[in-house]
C-alpha cells in the first residue's frame, strides 16, 4: 500500500512536470468520453429506454393499415399525416372520439384505454406571453399510465365534463422554468388562449408523454367541446366530439389485460373498427375494402421520432466510437513517446536495484491518474459543475452545487 501511495505521488509530480503532455492527453481523453457519453445516454433515451409508467409492457398503440389509398368517403373522413410502414401499406394511428368511446367498452381483452393530441397555445401568465405546448388528454390518461403528481393532483374522468371549472396539469419543467418550484403554483390561474384555467397539479419529474422527444408544457382535459384554438381542429358547426365520428385526429393508446396477447387484442378491436368505419363513411362500402386494424408495442412511446432517428443515432454512436479510438491511439502513442525519452530514466532506477514489476506498477500508476483526470473533465462537462468550483469558499462550492443540480434536474 506504502509503495502504491509512492508511486501515485511520483506520478502527479511527472504529470506536473510535463504539464503539456499531460494537458493534451486529459484533453483528448476527456473529450473523447464526454463525446460518447452524450451520444449513447442520447440514444438510450430515445431508442431503448421505456416510459416511466406502470407495467410498459401492457401498452398498446392502435394504427390502421391500407393497401391502397383509402376510397374517397374514408379519406375524407381522416385528417393528419398518412405513413407508410415497411410493407409499404399505408398507415396512420389518428382516431375519432366515439371510436375511442366504443374501444373503452371492450373489457373483455382491455383493462383501459387513453387519447391524446398535441396543442400548441399561447400561455399568459404574470404579464408574460409565451407559445407553449402541451396536449389533449382524455380523463384516463394519467391514471391508466399509473403517474403520481409531484404536487396538487392529475386529470381525472370527471375535469371532462363540460359543467366541470377548466383546469390542467402543467410539467415539472415548466414549473421549474415559470415558477420556480414554487409550492404555490397549485391553484394559480394561467390563460391558455385567452381562456383562463387553474393549476390542478404537476407532473412528475421525468415524465414527459407518451411522444419520445417530446416536452409537453401542459395537459389539458379532452371535453367533448374543446377550444378550437387549443386543439387546432375546427369542427362543423354545431358538433362536438361524441357526435363527430369524421373527425380522425386522436392518438389512441390501450392496456392490454395480463396474459391478453397483441394478436388478441387486434382480432377483438377489428370488429369494432370495421362497425365504426361503416357508421362513419356510410353501409355502402364493403368490409374488405376498408383499412385494417393494427397495433404496436407502446412500452418505449410513439415510433415517429424513434424510426426517424435511428439510422442517424447509430451512424453517430458509431463514429464516435471511431472518435474515441482516435484518441486512445493518440494517447498511446504520446504515452509511448515519453516512455522512450525516460529510457535513461529507468534503466538508472534499475541499475540501482528497482524490480522490473515495479517499474512497470509505476508507469501504470501515472497512465491511471491521467485517464482518472480525463474521466473528471468528462464528468464536470457533463454536470456543468465549472473549474472555479475548486478554488471556491465551502459556502460558493455548495452554492454552485445546488444550481448545477437545479438547473440538470430533467
Known sequence: MFAVAEDLKLGFRKIYKNIKL???VILSLGIGIGAN???FSLAEAILFKSLPVVHPEQLLILHWVSKDTPSREIAISMSGRVDHDNAGRLTMSAFSYPFFK??????DVLSGALAFAP???TVIFDGRVELAAGELVSGSYFSELGVRPLAGRLLVESDANAD?????VISSNYWVREFGRSPSAVGKVINIDKVPYTIAGIAPAGFHGIQTGQVPDFWLPLTEAPDAEVSGIQFPRGQSL???PGMWWLQTIVRAKPGVSAEQVTNELERVY???LLSAAGASLKAENLPRISVSSGARGLETLRQRLAVPLRLLAVGMVLVLLAACFNVAVLLLARSTARGREIGVRLALGASRQRVISQLMNETISLTVMGGLLELLSVTGLPISFFFSSPRDKR???WKCISVRQP
Do not use: D, G
Open 22 to 24: 499531460s494537458v493534451v
Open 119 to 121: 396543442a400548441h397555445a
Open 37 to 39: 457519453s452524450a451520444v
Open 164 to 168: 366541470s371549472a377548466r383546469v390542467l
Open 399 to 401: 452554492r454552485l452545487t
Open 242 to 244: 361524441s357526435n363527430s
Open 274 to 276: 370495421i362497425q365504426h
Open 102 to 107: 366504443a374501444l373503452r367498452e371492450q373489457n
